[in-house]
């Protein structure tokens, strides 16, 4: 019923940014949690963060707190993850996703709406 599509993704040598955006459709944007998942080459799934339908209960995984920031603009039906000062090892595929009530906000079981991802690849 609901409809994810990452954009902004690309390469960004070591110590640069980026922000990657997600457009979601189907249903009022304001009653979804909207996260970010990534999956590294080779590795598990790992959670980013996550922010909550009118901005509340924002979280952030501490391998990229700090660095990462995740927003949202209800208006354009809109999530962001802004990654500043990126380093190699966040090269990954990037997952927007989505759910009314996750919880536990960071396990993959609990999101029912996943994007298609985008591959971010950070250069040493």
């Known amino acids: 019923q609901v409809r994810l599509v990452e954009s902004g993704g690309g390469l960004v040598q070591a110590g640069g940014s980026l922000k990657l955006s997600c457009v979601a459709s189907?249903?009022?944007?304001?009653?979804?949690?909207m996260g970010w998942f990534r999956k590294p080459p080779g590795k598990d799934l790992e959670f980013i963060g996550v922010i909550g339908g009118r901005g509340q209960s924002t979280s952030v995984a501490d391998s990229v707190k700090g660095r990462f920031t995740i927003s949202r603009d209800n208006a354009k039906n809109t999530s962001y993850l802004q990654m500043n000062y990126l380093k190699p090892e966040d090269t990954a595929y990037y997952y927007c996703?989505?759910?009314?009530?996750?919880?536990?906000?960071?396990?993959?079981?609990?999101?029912?709406?996943w994007g298609q991802g985008t591959q971010v690849t950070v250069s040493s």
């Open positions: 189907g249903r009022t944007f304001s009653s979804l949690f």
């Open positions: 996703v989505a759910d009314i009530n996750p919880h536990p906000r960071d396990q993959e079981a609990e999101y029912e709406y």
